[in-house]
Every structure is written in structure tokens, then in C-alpha cells.
């Protein structure tokens, strides 16, 4: 059953890829796609020459749209074509769901495979073997869900409470949060005039965050201090160590991680930049090797953990270099605290090293507590420095 589920679960996945591959739009007039960075608009020209427009540019087009996260995100955080935000959005969200692609009969044989799964050892449904390797528990899950929906019913009338209770329940954080965050929406978009104000539907949420998040934060282009921020609180130093490991592509890096004192306690690779025809998207970090003594080659030093960081963020475009926008480096900050956990854990014995046998609800404490610090910032010398106190 375990098997067949894989097998399930491998096939669903290829038919998204190949979903996501078939999918692109040429675009001639550039008033189509007016508000894309230049970043966005380089890669699009270089999209289109791979695809045979051997004169695009970034500058004249044409200019292919595709719905690999470098080239979708850009779409939905900064086109003011609100049509084709609407487009771009439908076919992303639509993948896989007809002709030979099509994942419906799959979903219902995995859903029924896992209720089959859940019987046989014992619980009601698969929500509750999921649960089971989780802090948290199907009936407080439940009440959340519930909290949520009569939240969104009564929202106008819960704001003030709801900030009130915030030490309380943590349940109400949440829907306090997304409250403020949609209301903050529409008045930023009815005041920079938006026809769809009152009406803000899933393609234009991305887009309205973007220009209140630019408005309230300032950021375009950000980072270099992700590995400064780490020598503060954790007292580590990480350096450069390409060359010293074999890499699966140029654009990989391999870093050395240093205590105090100058030993290394770790190492990581970092793979930073979207390559739709071999690597699937999304991001994730994972462990190369955990800390053990027992498997150390000379049985008196332990073998080092080494931990990769995977991410599809824009890539170099011609000799322009990547410009992270804030999400982006959102992802490198939740990553990187993941691999701050499987790296710095003082645990000798691998089986229960790092991110190994930790709830899969809270090995994503570490990755969120970094997140908080794209927040905290002051700028000098036009370099991101993070501001630790």
C-alpha cells in the first residue's frame, strides 16, 4: 500500500511538471506586462529566445510567460494587467486537472488509499495519522478551522477583541492577522484608486501586497547579511568553500560552517536559482549526512553534518546579476533556519540528529523564527544589515 501511494504521489507530481512546462504565453505589446522589473522582463526575453524568438529582448520583447515561480510570481506581485494576472492565475492554479495530465483520478486513489492506510492501523482517517507524529491534535486543528470560519463571519465586530485576547489564544492571532492584512488591502488599493477595491479576488492579492509592502517596507532589492545575521545570536562564522566538495551544477555553492574559534562544526550546499527543465519547484533544505561519532573515520573526531539548501528564486539574467525580490528572500531566511537546526544540534548519535524524529509541525519553529528577522533592518553603505536587538 505504502508502495503504491509512492508511486501515486511520484505520478501526480510529474504530471504538475509537465503541466507546468506546456503552459506559455508569447506577449508582443509591452503595455501588457507594464509594471514587471527589469529582472522579470530580462528573464521573459530570454524564455522566448530559448523557445525559438531568437531577437527578443528585454527591452522590445517578445517576451514569454510562464508559470515557473521566477517568471508566475513576477506576474502576480507586479503586472498591472490585471487580465492577465487573471489569466497567468488560472492556468497556475488549473494545472493538471484535464486531458492526459489530468491528477483527479489520482487524487481520489491516494484519498482512498490513505483511509484504507488509516483503518488498518487504527484511527478514523488519514487526518489523524498525520496528526499523530505532530504537537498538535486533530480536535484543537478542528477548533481552529471553526475559530477561523465564525472569525471571517464576524470580523467587523472581532478586530478590537481579537488583538485583545492575543496572550490567550493564539488560535485568534491568526485570523486577527489575516484580518488586518485584507482590510489594509482595500484601503491601500481604493486609495491609489483601484477599480476592483471592493472586489479583491485571488489575482490581485499578490499584486496590492506587493505595493503596500513597498510602501511600508521599502524593499526591491535585497540581501547579502542572511550569514551575518547568523554570527550574532548563534556565534558562527560561515565561509566560502567551493571547491572543496563536488557540486551537481556551477551555480551550487558549498559553505563551510565555523565556531567561535575558527573549527568547522558543519557544512551546506546552497543552490539558489531556478532551472525549470531539471529541478522542480518550490524550496527545501535537507540533510547530506547528519553529526555522528559512531560513523566518524577515525573513531575519535565525529563525522561533521552537511545539509543542502534548495531554492528557485530568479536567476542572473545576461550580466545582470539576481535581484532577490522580498519573498525570495523570505524563503532563504525559512530555509536557512532549518538548516541552523540540523547544523548546530549538539546531539552525537545520527538516528536522532537535527531535523530527525522532530514533529512535523514543529521542525518549523527554527525556519519561522528566522523569517521574523527580514523585518528587523537598518540600511548602510546600501547593504542590508540586520538589526539583532
Given at each position: 500500500?505504502?508502495?503504491e501511494l509512492a508511486k501515486l504521489s511520484q505520478k501526480f507530481e510529474e504530471n504538475v511538471l509537465e503541466a507546468t512546462k506546456k503552459f506559455g504565453k508569447l506577449i508582443t505589446d509591452k503595455k501588457e506586462i507594464e509594471g514587471l522589473p527589469a529582472?522579470?522582463?530580462?528573464?521573459?526575453?530570454?524564455?522566448?529566445?530559448?523557445?525559438?524568438?531568437?531577437?527578443?529582448?528585454?527591452?522590445?520583447?517578445?517576451?514569454?510567460?510562464?508559470?515557473?515561480?521566477?517568471?508566475?510570481?513576477?506576474?502576480?506581485?507586479?503586472?498591472?494587467?490585471?487580465?492577465?494576472?487573471?489569466?497567468?492565475?488560472?492556468?497556475?492554479?488549473?494545472?493538471?486537472?484535464?486531458?492526459?495530465?489530468?491528477?483527479?483520478?489520482?487524487?481520489?486513489?491516494?484519498?482512498?488509499?490513505?483511509?484504507?492506510?488509516?483503518?488498518?492501523?487504527?484511527?478514523?482517517?488519514?487526518?489523524?495519522?498525520?496528526?499523530?507524529?505532530?504537537?498538535?491534535?486533530?480536535?484543537?486543528?478542528?477548533?481552529?478551522?471553526?475559530?477561523?470560519?465564525?472569525?471571517?463571519?464576524?470580523?467587523?465586530?472581532?478586530?478590537?477583541?481579537?488583538?485583545?485576547?492575543?496572550?490567550?489564544?493564539?488560535?485568534?492571532?491568526?485570523?486577527?492577522?489575516?484580518?488586518?492584512?485584507?482590510?489594509?488591502?482595500?484601503?491601500?488599493?481604493?486609495?491609489?484608486?483601484?477599480?476592483?477595491?471592493?472586489?479583491?479576488?485571488?489575482?490581485?492579492?499578490?499584486?496590492?501586497?506587493?505595493?503596500?509592502?513597498?510602501?511600508?517596507?521599502?524593499?526591491?532589492?535585497?540581501?547579502?547579511?542572511?550569514?551575518?545575521?547568523?554570527?550574532?545570536?548563534?556565534?558562527?562564522?560561515?565561509?566560502?568553500?567551493?571547491?572543496?566538495?563536488?557540486?551537481?551544477?556551477?551555480?551550487?555553492?558549498?559553505?563551510?560552517?565555523?565556531?567561535?574559534?575558527?573549527?568547522?562544526?558543519?557544512?551546506?550546499?546552497?543552490?539558489?536559482?531556478?532551472?525549470?527543465?531539471?529541478?522542480?519547484?518550490?524550496?527545501?533544505?535537507?540533510?547530506?549526512?547528519?553529526?555522528?561519532?559512531?560513523?566518524?573515520?577515525?573513531?575519535?573526531?565525529?563525522?561533521?553534518?552537511?545539509?543542502?539548501?534548495?531554492?528557485?528564486?530568479?536567476?542572473?539574467?545576461?550580466?545582470?546579476?539576481?535581484?532577490?525580490?522580498?519573498?525570495?528572500?523570505?524563503?532563504?531566511?525559512?530555509?536557512?533556519?532549518?538548516?541552523?537546526?540540523?547544523?548546530?544540534?549538539?546531539?552525537?548519535?545520527?538516528?536522532?540528529?537535527?531535523?530527525?524524529?522532530?514533529?512535523?509541525?514543529?521542525?518549523?519553529?527554527?525556519?519561522?523564527?528566522?523569517?521574523?528577522?527580514?523585518?528587523?533592518?537598518?540600511?548602510?553603505?546600501?547593504?542590508?544589515?540586520?538589526?539583532?536587538?
Amino acid at each position: 500500500m505504502s508502495q503504491e501511494l509512492a508511486k501515486l504521489s511520484q505520478k501526480f507530481e510529474e504530471n504538475v511538471l509537465e503541466a507546468t512546462k506546456k503552459f506559455g504565453k508569447l506577449i508582443t505589446d509591452k503595455k501588457e506586462i507594464e509594471g514587471l522589473p527589469a529582472t522579470a522582463l530580462g528573464l521573459a526575453a530570454q524564455t522566448a529566445v530559448s523557445k525559438g524568438h531568437e531577437n527578443a529582448t528585454a527591452e522590445n520583447g517578445p517576451w514569454m510567460i510562464t508559470l515557473d515561480a521566477p517568471s508566475y510570481l513576477p506576474v502576480m506581485q507586479h503586472a498591472r494587467n490585471r487580465s492577465l494576472r487573471k489569466e497567468v492565475y488560472h492556468a497556475y492554479v488549473t494545472r493538471a486537472s484535464s486531458g492526459d495530465l489530468d491528477n483527479m483520478e489520482i487524487i481520489g486513489q491516494i484519498l482512498k488509499l490513505r483511509l484504507e492506510k488509516a483503518k488498518l492501523l487504527g484511527y478514523n482517517n488519514y487526518a489523524e495519522v498525520s496528526m499523530a507524529t505532530k504537537m498538535a491534535i486533530v480536535d484543537k486543528a478542528e477548533g481552529l478551522l471553526v475559530t477561523a470560519h465564525l472569525g471571517l463571519q464576524r470580523v467587523s465586530r472581532m478586530a478590537f477583541f481579537l488583538k485583545k485576547v492575543y496572550c490567550v489564544d493564539k488560535g485568534f492571532v491568526m485570523i486577527c492577522v489575516t484580518f488586518v492584512d485584507m482590510e489594509d488591502l482595500k484601503n491601500f488599493s481604493k486609495s491609489q484608486g483601484a477599480a476592483e477595491a471592493d472586489d479583491l479576488n485571488h489575482w490581485d492579492l499578490n499584486f496590492w501586497s506587493e505595493r503596500l509592502r513597498e510602501s511600508k517596507y521599502d524593499i526591491n532589492e535585497v540581501m547579502d547579511g542572511v550569514f551575518s545575521l547568523a554570527m550574532m545570536p548563534f556565534g558562527i562564522d560561515i565561509d566560502p568553500a567551493d571547491g572543496l566538495a563536488p557540486v551537481w551544477n556551477s551555480e551550487v555553492r558549498f559553505y563551510c560552517v565555523k565556531d567561535s574559534i575558527g573549527s568547522p562544526i558543519a557544512y551546506f550546499y546552497f543552490d539558489p536559482y531556478s532551472r525549470p527543465s531539471e529541478k522542480r519547484g518550490g524550496a527545501w533544505m535537507d540533510e547530506v549526512v547528519a553529526h555522528s561519532r559512531g560513523l566518524s573515520r577515525d573513531g575519535t573526531k565525529a563525522r561533521l553534518p552537511i545539509a543542502h539548501m534548495v531554492c528557485n528564486q530568479t536567476p542572473p539574467v545576461g550580466i545582470k546579476p539576481s535581484l532577490m525580490t522580498f519573498h525570495e528572500v523570505e524563503t532563504v531566511f525559512h530555509e536557512f533556519g532549518h538548516a541552523l537546526q540540523h547544523m548546530l544540534a549538539k546531539q552525537d548519535e545520527g538516528l536522532v540528529f537535527g531535523i530527525r524524529g522532530i514533529e512535523l509541525d514543529a521542525v518549523e519553529l527554527p525556519s519561522q523564527f528566522m523569517e521574523t528577522w527580514c523585518y528587523h533592518r537598518h540600511f548602510s553603505n546600501k547593504s542590508l544589515i540586520f538589526n539583532c536587538h
